[in-house]
């Protein structure tokens, strides 16, 4: 596609709800990194996907949260028993390589997840 | 471990002033530098890069350079319009992100 697409755009749930995130990665593009934008936070990083494998999760804030990539495009971050702390906006990127330093990483527009 | 200290906003600037937004970094070995900007309502979009030392980068008027002796990569711009008003983030990038907490400029017409 164009660029990186996620969806939904918002999501509103309720404490101790299951929610899924969707990540569709430009096309071609091997790498999928996952970030969080929270008011208290900033900007931090998640996990990333070279290909399906995840060789980096160390981002993931709980074991709540799990992310899985299939057929080297879609992602999908997964948050169980959601907590208010978890209200924050959930940033996908892509890249053509994953792990090089150079490689500029494009982003979607993110989901605004709310947890009430 | 890497991290990025950027300058707390927000700042607040007339149009056509001179810009600069001050960017340090702890990095062991050779990481790539960038600046991201996020404009109102709008999702995150690389603004310029510089991939090692003494390389400047640039875009829309904007200029950085990664510098190793004194470990920074300002950003900087001669003359602000409405339009740049927005977010920017510092990140150095050895294969996933360090964003800076991120500075928000507004500038006044």
């Known amino acids: 596609g164009a660029g990186v697409s996620q969806s939904p755009s918002n999501k509103v749930t309720e404490k101790g709800k299951d929610v899924e995130l969707r990540c569709d990665p430009i096309s071609g593009h091997t790498a999928l990194y996952w970030y969080r934008q929270s008011l208290g936070q900033g900007l931090e990083f998640l996990i990333y996907?070279?290909?399906?494998?995840?060789?980096?999760k160390s981002g993931l804030p709980s074991d709540r949260f799990s992310a899985e990539r299939t057929g080297g495009s879609v992602s999908t971050l997964t948050i169980q028993r959601t907590q208010q702390e978890d209200s924050a906006v959930y940033l996908c990127a892509s890249s053509k390589l994953a792990g090089e330093r150079q490689e500029t990483q494009y982003f979607g527009p993110g989901t605004r997840l709310l947890v009430l | 471990g890497n991290s990025v200290t950027q300058m707390e906003g927000p700042v607040t600037l007339s149009e056509e002033a001179f810009l600069t937004i001050n960017c340090t970094y702890t990095a062991t070995g050779y990481p790539s530098l960038f600046w991201y900007v996020q404009y109102p309502g709008e999702g995150l979009q690389l603004l310029l890069k510089a991939t090692k030392a003494d390389d400047k980068g640039s875009n829309k008027g904007f200029e950085a350079t990664y510098r190793k002796e004194t470990t920074s990569f300002h950003l900087e711009k001669g003359s602000v319009q409405v339009s740049d008003s927005a977010v920017y983030f510092c990140a150095l990038q050895g294969g996933k992100l360090i964003f800076g907490q991120g500075t928000e400029l507004s500038v006044k017409p």
């Open positions: 996907f070279q290909g399906n494998s995840a060789p980096d």
